[in-house]
């Protein structure tokens, strides 16, 4: 079963930082990846998909970029609205969720 | 819009029944799906229905889950079965977005369920 590892699992920002997720597979991928975020009590909210496709009506302060096995999500400008955890997902034939990054101020 | 319901509190060996009604939008052109929180194993995929009626389960979950549609209300429903605590979690559906792959885009409100 192909397993998804997220970094780190949680961190602390500040308004206006430009914050990185990174996310790996354990096998080949292709660019199957999608980015979503949840705030507690509420369901997650699909932010990139194709592993660098902004979804509609997302800011563009995310951005999501592959290198090999490797995918990243950056927020240039964390904004209050940003606090929450974020997935990653494997979106072909899996379907597996990340463990999830925490991010708070 | 996606709205859910069904029983939230169940007893060990009964089945979890829910249901997810789909408001706008085009029911027709997307398939459903089931995903499920809890705090222990994160997010996890139940499975998916298209508007034919063709499923696709998580293998984890194959022999217990059910997933059904009903074309004419605009609504589908998840059937888990011979419950344990272990699938006490937050219960979602979500319309599934061909994105290249299979994405979420639009999610219910969320179900908790407990298994005590």
């Known amino acids: 079963d192909i397993q998804m590892t997220q970094s780190p699992s949680s961190l602390s920002a500040s308004i206006g930082d430009k914050v990185t997720i990174t996310c790996r597979a354990s096998r080949d991928i292709s660019s199957y990846l999608s980015w979503y975020h949840q705030r507690p009590g509420t369901a997650p909210r699909l932010l990139i998909y194709a592993a660098s496709s902004l979804q509609s009506g997302v800011p563009s302060r995310f951005s999501g970029d592959k290198s090999g096995a490797q995918f990243t999500l950056i927020i240039r400008g964390l904004q209050a609205d940003d606090f929450g955890t974020y997935f990653c997902?494997?979106?072909?034939?899996?379907?597996?969720f990340g463990p999830g990054t925490r991010v708070d101020i | 819009q996606l709205q859910q319901w069904g029983a939230g509190l169940l007893k060990p060996s009964e089945t979890l029944s829910l249901t997810c009604a789909v408001f706008?939008?085009?029911?027709?052109?997307?398939?459903w799906s089931w995903i499920r929180q809890s705090p222990g194993k994160g997010l996890e995929w139940i499975g998916e229905?298209?508007?034919?009626?063709?499923?696709k389960y998580n293998p984890s979950l194959n022999d217990r889950v059910t997933l059904s549609i009903d074309t004419s209300k605009g609504q589908f429903s998840l059937s888990l079965a011979s419950l344990t605590a272990a699938d006490t979690a937050v219960y979602y559906c979500a319309s599934v977005w061909d994105c290249g792959g299979d994405c979420y885009e639009h999610w219910g409100q969320g179900t908790p369920v407990s298994v005590s």
């Open positions: 229905i298209t508007f034919a009626g063709k499923t």
């Open positions: 997902q494997h979106s072909d034939n899996d379907r597996v």
């Open positions: 706008g939008g085009s029911f027709s052109d997307h398939s």
